[in-house]
C-alpha cells in the first residue's frame, strides 16, 4: 500500500503563487509516475502536470510555461510550483502515484485564486 499526503493550498490573489507538495510512503517501486491532477466544481478530473522517476515531464497545456513540477526521490516527494494563477485554476487538486497497475491517490488540497 501507499499513502499520499498533500500539502501547501490555499487562497491567493489572481497573479500570485502557490506551492503543492505531496509526501508518499508505503510500498513504492523505484519506477513510477508521480502527478498533479485537479477538479473544478461540475467538471471532470484532469491531468496537471506528472513526472516520472527519471525526470520526463508532461504538462497540460492550461498550466504549460506557469507550473512547474519536480520531485525528489530520495524523500519521495513531488512538488508542483505554480505561478501565475489566474482564477480558473481554482480546483481541488489531488496528488497520484502510478506504478505497476496501481493507481494512488492523496486526498486533495483546495486551491482557490480569488480577488
Known amino acids: 500500500q501507499v499513502q499520499l499526503v498533500e500539502s501547501g493550498g490555499g487562497l491567493v490573489q489572481p497573479g500570485g503563487s502557490l506551492r503543492l507538495s505531496c509526501a508518499a510512503s508505503?510500498?513504492?517501486?523505484?519506477?513510477?509516475?508521480m502527478g498533479w491532477y485537479r477538479q473544478a466544481p461540475g467538471k471532470q478530473r484532469e491531468l496537471v502536470a506528472r513526472?516520472?522517476?527519471?525526470?520526463?515531464?508532461t504538462y497540460a497545456d492550461s498550466v504549460k510555461g506557469r507550473f512547474t513540477i519536480s520531485r525528489d526521490n530520495a524523500k519521495n516527494t513531488v512538488y508542483l510550483e505554480m505561478n501565475s494563477l489566474k482564477p480558473e485554476d481554482t480546483a481541488v487538486y489531488y496528488c497520484?502515484?502510478?506504478?505497476?497497475?496501481?493507481?494512488?491517490w492523496g486526498q486533495g488540497t483546495q486551491v482557490t485564486v480569488s480577488s
Open positions: 508505503g510500498s513504492i517501486f523505484g519506477i513510477n509516475v
Open positions: 497520484n502515484l502510478n506504478q505497476w497497475r496501481d493507481a494512488y
Open positions: 513526472i516520472s522517476s527519471v525526470g520526463t515531464t
